[in-house]
């Protein structure tokens, strides 16, 4: 199993904190209603995020 860095963890919660906050206050797209970012994980040397996002029933 990979060693989780704490500098990743926290890049993690940052980029999932800011989108959702996006998602939900400024994104105005009626088809977005009920997503919300589930989990964000980042390659080791953070140059990719991969958002993993759940879509709740209206």
Known sequence: ??????????VEEQIQRILSDVVRAEVRDPRLDGVIVSTVKVSRDLSVAWIYYSILDP
């Open 1 to 10: 199993m990979a060693r989780e860095f704490p500098r990743s963890r926290r």
